[in-house]
């Protein structure tokens, strides 16, 4: 079973703790705090914990890293990271990213998603709907690249879109 964990708050009322330290990192008695969730999560039978971050994610990483041996109740856990912005001409651009154990496996995941983007695309393609047709111009704006072992995404909704959007 998985899980997907959202950590990417900035922790903004443990400050000045968390200036440097995403929340999750933070240490509770022993051992970060991260660790007793997906302590909790294996108990009830997830084996796979997806962390969603957006505030300081390579210090989440490095934690992840020096102190793998607390995350071993579970086979994987993977990192997702990204950013949403409005940009000064009206557009938005959401960036992400998810971090695989390989190069491979980062190939394998990017012609997943490549294929859920073009089932998405064909559903939506033949609709008159207004509504379903936004949404297929959506999925057409999707880029997705692999760099070493990180997938990114970027989508970057034009001003009209965004327009739209609003309505």
Known sequence: MQAIVLVGGEGTRLRPLTE?????ALTLVDRPFLAYMIEWLAGHGVTEV???????PDALR????????????VAAVKLIFGSFDLNADNTATLDGRMRTASAND????????????????AFLGGSDDPTMKLYGQLLNQV?????????????????EMMEKLGK
Do not use: I, Y
């Open 143 to 159: 880029k997705l690249g692999v760099q070493v072992s990180d997938v990114s995404l970027l989508l970057v909704l034009p001003k």
């Open 20 to 24: 440097t330290t995403p929340k999750p």
């Open 106 to 121: 980062a190939a394998q995941l990017k012609e997943s998603l490549n294929g859920l983007v073009s089932l998405g695309q």
């Open 62 to 73: 490095e934690m992840l890293a020096s102190q793998g041996e607390l995350f071993t109740q």
């Open 50 to 56: 997806v962390l969603a971050c957006g505030f300081l």
